[in-house]
């Protein structure tokens, strides 16, 4: 066998190349002598074959730490073996052992003179290890490959992973890579191994594979430069590693960010935006790309409101433009109580005073309105003229003060109908009377008031020294169909995210499921489930005033929760109660269906005239709210098997006056109180 002095020459070549920049230097051994190379001939007992230039090793370079070994080989028999540092670098029978930090070529020479050569780059032994992640969550069939990461200047070829379930995970690469696929759901701990002991764990959630992907929204309406997140939910009980975001045009830009992406307005037009995981599970949304605003309006710029009352406010852009975030400040927090949502701003009046509320939009456009907030004892009212007329409160103590009591000052009526207001208290010289709305109610010169259409008004009263009265009226249609449309209230009622709950008090579940059973079907949409609950209890239940709330519920619950949870019970069981039990029944049958039912005390027009004190409940389906009476729909002719649906999905503001908010008791998830 020949050891050729080429063969050393070339290994300097090569380390001499692949180092360049490399912060050390490169020492080599001399070539072996004459002498060796003779014996080396010698000792073959056959004929020197001629090299053919195809020998190759597993390896042309490699990077250890110190105190490792990797074993080389080679595709021909190898008869020599050499190191051209070893100091640094060890080689016997193709076991290459880093003995210190520096560089080494080892070399290969076979029978036939062929040889190859492998750089070795030696650094210092890690300390640690770590993992690209130590906590993962997959879902069934996804794969994924976890990195191995050494600190800075030191190495290790040997990385093995492996798993503590390989029922739950399938490893799939396990030397030099973490890579594996998820079976079925479990938790399992993937954990690499370094040469010197040192190791690194991650633990991986595997859950089902998703059934379906959502988006937080369908469509999508930006202005130029505006920006917006999307939340994407994946099926309960399922996971993926990744959710990946793709747009079909550069109208828009993504920044993804987990369950999350941002897409940035770019370009007017429309993009559609992809959300999707492994198992092509998908969902779309349709951006639409405007004009960025020039102006934002107000819908009123003054508005007077008396302590107590509630007013809801929103801006609009300039046409052909859009902002989908749209904030609203007030800067006046003692006079009015305000919160935003649903790009309108809501706000309830604390006491008297003068509050702004400002509506700006994503690219700085602002409006505002000025709200006057008047006393308890007086409201200001704006006629037709937009003259401002001072009303004070029904108090005699007042008469001096140009005030007409105006006897039982509210009528309820329908279309058609007649009452007359009538001034009880003293009065100077002839009454003069006139409607803010003559399309709601006319009033003749004796104050005969006749009702013309749904809506409300106020009847002025007026003598000769310029006292005035208030005769508030409410009209309705008189037909439930005009005053409460059931189909488009039941589309509003299926765009609701439904958020399932049990009260966790075992008799009023057990009610409720056996009540399911008879009225409910899998087949119904949630706004036909929600109406089946109203029917059930405008029908079936009959009005019954005595002890309906003595059933003990556990003390777990909070206050609020409590006490619907006991309202509920009795009618539930017995179908009797009064309006707080309706309105309590409703509330936990709906809120176990999904719906964000609220239990609310307040006032009621009476049709006699006046309010008296109610409960109710109010459905809020995406931050708008609705009146749903099913005791009052109940006195109303449901209990005998004539239910018009008055009462069912009516909007606050436009409920003409007929239901006063007190309080609402939000249901706190029926969960143990604080």
């Given at each position: ?319 052909g433009a859009a902002s989908s ?108 009377y006139r409607s803010l709305d003559e ?236």
């Open positions: 066998m020949i050891l050729v002095k080429k063969c050393i020459s070339v290994f300097t070549a090569v380390a001499i190349a692949g180092l360049a920049g490399v912060g050390f230097g490169l020492k080599t051994t001399d070539p072996l002598p004459a002498e060796r190379v003779q014996a080396l001939k010698a000792d073959t007992e056959k004929p020197v074959k001629e090299p053919d230039g195809d020998m190759e090793l597993t390896k042309s370079k490699l990077t250890l730490g110190v105190g490792e070994m990797y074993a080389l080989s080679a595709n021909n028999k190898v008869e020599e073996w050499s190191s051209t540092r070893n100091d640094l670098v060890q080689i016997k029978s193709g076991e290459v052992y880093a003995r210190a930090v520096g560089v080494s070529m080892v070399g290969a020479v076979a029978e036939d003179g062929d040889d190859a050569q492998c750089l070795v780059v030696v650094r210092d032994a890690p300390e640690k290890v770590q993992l690209s992640a130590t906590q993962l969550t997959l879902g069934v069939g996804e794969s994924y490959q976890l990195q191995a990461i050494l600190p800075d200047g030191t190495a290790a070829a040997s990385r093995v992973f492996s798993t503590d379930r390989s029922d739950i995970l399938k490893m799939t690469k396990t030397d030099g890579q973490g890579e594996f696929t998820a079976l079925k759901p479990g938790k399992a701990v993937v954990t690499v191994r370094l040469y010197n002991g040192k190791k690194a764990e991650c633990t991986v959630t595997v859950k089902a594979a998703p059934e379906s992907l959502k988006l937080s929204k369908n469509t999508l309406t930006l202005g130029i430069g505006e920006t917006y997140t999307l939340k994407t939910k994946l099926s309960d009980n399922s996971g993926a590693r990744q959710i990946h975001y793709a747009a079909d045009s550069k109208k828009i830009s993504l920044s993804p960010s987990g369950k999350e992406v941002t897409v940035t307005a770019k370009e007017q037009g429309t993009a559609k935006l992809t959300a999707s995981v492994y198992n092509n599970k998908k969902d779309t949304c349709t951006v639409r790309v405007k004009n960025a605003p020039d102006t934002v309006q107000m819908e009123t710029n003054a508005l007077t409101l008396s302590v107590g009352e509630s007013g809801v406010l929103s801006g609009k852009v300039n046409e975030r749209k904030t609203y400040s007030c800067d006046n927090t003692e006079v009015l109580e305000m919160t935003s949502s649903g790009g309108k701003a809501n706000f309830t009046a604390l006491k008297p005073g003068t509050a702004v509320i400002t509506v700006t939009t994503y690219n700085g456009k602002t409006d505002s309105c000025t709200v006057t907030v008047l006393s308890e004892d007086k409201q200001e009212i704006v006629n037709p003229d937009g003259q401002k007329v001072i009303i004070y409160a029904s108090d005699p103590s007042l008469v001096n003060e140009r005030y007409l009591d105006v006897s039982a000052n509210t009528a309820v009526l329908t279309p058609g109908e007649v009452t007359t207001a009538v001034v009880s208290s003293a009065f100077s010289g002839a009454l003069s399309g709601v109610a006319t009033v003749d010169s004796q104050g005969n008031i006749v009702a013309m259409n749904y809506g409300n008004t106020d009847i002025i009263v007026t003598d000769e020294s310029g006292a005035v009265g208030k005769f508030e009226v409410l009209v309705t249609t008189g037909s439930g169909m005009d005053y409460s449309d059931i189909n488009s209230i039941e589309a509003i009622l299926n765009s609701s995210e439904l958020k399932p709950m049990k009260t966790n008090y075992e008799p009023v579940d057990q009610l409720v499921d056996q009540i399911f059973a008879q009225i409910l079907t899998d087949s119904m949409t949630p706004g036909q489930k929600l109406r089946a609950c109203y029917e059930y209890l405008a029908t079936q239940c009959t009005y019954a005033y005595d002890g309906y709330k003595a059933v003990s519920v556990p003390d777990y619950l909070s206050e609020q929760d409590r006490e619907i949870v006991e309202f509920s019970y009795c009618i539930l069981r017995d179908r009797l109660g009064t309006c707080e039990n309706f309105a309590a029944a409703f509330t936990v049958m709906t809120r176990r269906i999904g719906f964000e039912t609220n239990f609310v005390y307040g006032d009621v027009a009476m049709s006699a005239g006046g309010y008296d004190g109610h409960y109710w409940t109010d459905v809020n389906v995406n931050g708008k709210h609705y009146v749903f009476d099913t005791q009052v729909e109940n006195n109303n002719g449901a209990a005998s098997g004539n239910i018009q649906y008055y009462f069912y999905g009516l909007r606050p503001e436009y409920s003409y006056g007929m239901y006063r908010y007190e309080f609402i008791e939000t249901v706190h998830a029926f969960r143990r109180a604080a």
